[in-house]
């Protein structure tokens, strides 16, 4: 897939490009997004939530960016080496056509990892182009000071905490606090750009023309035995595969944690204050990222991040069996956890930046780490649950830590939380928390059964049935003829469409498919799914948001799986339009059908390729 767009002349080059005009490049420890225009205006070094060193997607004055491009007006394409992560974008002008090809090379050596290669190679294919580059990094989301010099050839960078080598295989010049290069490309003529990270002691290295195209054939080469090991051959595979390769892209590799997006604070609605940092791991992401790994037959995958779900169920519940419940009604684990497995996140607004197209505030951390949010334990568990039963069997250390969980969902299932959508409003019994602790419970008792595991059976099944009674008493409204977002209201939510999806519901219940068509009439426009009202339920935020493209993806299941289908592959089908030029998708989709939220966004791809394997089934 391509993306074409006229680039105009630098004096009329608009300030901020639209989230949907960037790709995604990475090394699997960390990210850049670059841009249709040939910019690279994120990128964090030398983790995915560590400061920024580029972040003009935030601030286009102050937040710093790496800017490659012809000197002349030229329209654009771009699109990912085929069944690679590597970004090309294409320039077309009067007198030549040129490309930029970005990527970061896959390294198993660790030191070598630790540098962080970003590597731009232009090229001249047709003609003669003129190429100028600006590299203008602002350490820190611009809070840090650098100084700028010149060592053994190479621009190098430092501030306090980081320090940066430039290589290229074109005469720079230091102008200030960036660097600059101005060049002319003929025909089958190539420049390479390399920017890494130096320790304390090292000397910058350089990186030859020769030594980028063998390290371009290496990436290659990486990206593509590794997405060989797929196992699907289904409808829109090209589609799947890059949800794939960008779920693979948001893997820190050092401890298989999965984040939910590369970045922070892009907003939910321009202008407003919905921006939030999705650098980190949310435990509800969990289960969707087993599924959709296993499904595809990504297996070495959902054992590292099972491996480090592990290690965070055991340090929130203790060493041994039964001390979940000494953690009290707040939870023995968080929402969310830093990618190295750390629990403070503390929240943090940057007053520096602007905002993207001035939607402020920058916020880098997470406040909603402290949030109630009961239903993460039916993730988790439904993770292991599917772990056990395609992947590997749980470990004895493993089950012992699943039934302390199990039982502190026991005593605690009914009480207020702040809900699946996060919400800095009045806590509430959401329907899906509910919902969630029987899945919990639920998932350990297949578990328990099918492996013949020690469980406090009689209990477990005494408060899963409880659960049921009381959402199918309470969570149901006559009134509306639906399942409701929380008890005491009958404001619908689209976070109800996983109830047939977690097997709580048949998905031809008469009272579902009455819900599927409240839901259809009230919160779905073109296939695109509201997540719910605020008009109606206040979540404690000023302003509107967009549709929430993961429950566009629910919806397109729970179509699917009631007999719908050709409703759900026409809403399938209307949604892929949304996707950006790539076939990447952010968290939601604005009002005239564009990209808003932290972008990509795991949780949509993890829904796209779960509604897109289920739907290619019922098809046949």
């Not at 130096?198 to 990206?223: H, K, N, Q, S």
């Not at 920058?362 to 395609?390: C, E």
Request: aromatic letters at 10%; glycine letters at 8%; hydrophobic letters at 40%.
């Amino acid at each position: 897939m391509t993306r074409e767009s006229p680039r105009p002349s630098r004096a009329d080059v608009p300030r901020y490009l639209p989230i949907a005009e960037h790709g995604l490049i990475g090394d699997m420890r960390t990210a850049a997004l670059t841009g249709t225009n040939g910019t690279i205006d994120w990128y964090c070094c030398a983790r995915f939530d560590a400061p920024s060193v580029f972040a003009g997607i935030l601030d286009a004055d102050r937040g710093g960016a790496f800017e490659l491009a012809p000197d002349v007006p030229a329209r654009t394409k771009q699109f990912y080496f085929p069944d690679t992560n590597i970004l090309i974008t294409r320039f077309f002008a009067d007198h030549g056509v040129g490309e930029i090809q970005d990527f970061m090379p896959i390294l198993d050596d660790s030191r070598e990892a630790d540098r962080h290669r970003l590597i731009r190679r232009v090229l001249c294919v047709r003609g003669a182009l003129p190429f100028s580059a600006r590299v203008a990094p602002r350490f820190d989301y611009g809070r840090q000071t650098h100084t700028v010099s010149v060592r053994n050839g190479h621009t190098v960078f430092a501030s306090p905490d980081l320090c940066l080598s430039l290589s290229a295989s074109v005469p720079v010049e230091t102008d200030g606090p960036d660097a600059r290069s101005s060049f002319t490309l003929k025909e089958g003529e190539a420049a390479v750009f390399m920017l890494d990270r130096i320790c304390d002691g090292v000397e910058p290295r350089g990186c030859t023309p020769l030594e980028a195209e063998e390290m371009f054939g290496a990436t290659v080469r990486y990206w593509r035995r590794w997405l060989s090991r797929s196992r699907y051959r289904g409808r829109w595979r090209e589609t799947v595969h890059r949800s794939a390769l960008t779920l693979k892209l948001l893997t820190y590799a050092p401890t298989g944690a999965i984040v939910a997006a590369p970045t922070t604070s892009l907003p939910e609605q321009i202008g407003g204050e919905r921006n939030w940092d999705y650098r980190y791991v949310w435990v509800r992401d969990a289960a969707f990222c087993i599924y959709a790994l296993l499904r595809l037959g990504f297996t070495d995958e959902a054992k590292a991040f099972v491996g480090f779900l592990s290690g965070i169920i055991r340090a929130g519940c203790g060493s041994g069996p039964g001390t979940g419940a000494e953690s009290g009604s707040e939870g023995p684990l968080q929402i969310m956890y830093g990618i190295d497995g750390r629990s403070e996140l503390p929240e943090e607004e940057l007053p520096l930046l602007e905002g993207h197209l001035g939607s402020s505030p920058v916020r880098i951390g997470n406040n909603a780490v402290t949030q109630l949010q009961l239903d993460i334990y039916g993730a988790l568990i439904d993770s292991l649950y599917l772990y056990d039963k395609w992947g590997e069997p749980l470990s004895s250390d493993d089950w012992d830590t699943v039934g302390a969980l199990v039982d502190w969902v026991c005593e605690h299932w009914d009480q207020p939380d702040e809900g699946i959508w996060e919400t800095r409003g009045k806590a509430q019994r959401f329907l899906y928390s509910q919902l969630m602790c029987w899945v919990a419970i639920e998932r350990a008792i297949r578990i328990a059964r099918h492996r013949g595991l020690p469980a406090d059976m009689l209990r477990w099944i005494r408060v899963r049935d409880a659960i049921y009674r009381r959402i199918m008493e309470r969570g149901w409204s006559t009134e509306r003829r639906a399942f409701i977002q929380h008890e005491g209201d009958d404001v619908l939510d689209a976070a109800v469409l996983t109830m047939p999806l977690t097997k709580f519901i048949s998905p031809t219940d008469p009272k579902w498919l009455a819900t599927l068509d409240a839901l259809g009439e009230d919160l779905v426009s073109d296939s695109l799914v509201y997540r719910y009202d605020p008009r109606r339920s206040p979540d404690g935020l000023r302003g509107e948001e967009g549709t929430f493209s993961i429950c566009s993806f629910w919806y397109v299941e729970a179509l699917c799986r009631a007999g719908r289908v050709d409703e759900a592959r026409l809403a399938f089908e209307k949604m892929l339009t949304y996707g950006n030029h790539l076939g990447l998708f952010a968290e939601e989709i604005g009002r005239t059908g564009e990209q808003i939220g932290n972008f990509p966004q795991a949780f949509t791809h993890l829904a796209l390729i779960s509604a897109a394997f289920n739907l290619d089934r019922a098809l046949g």
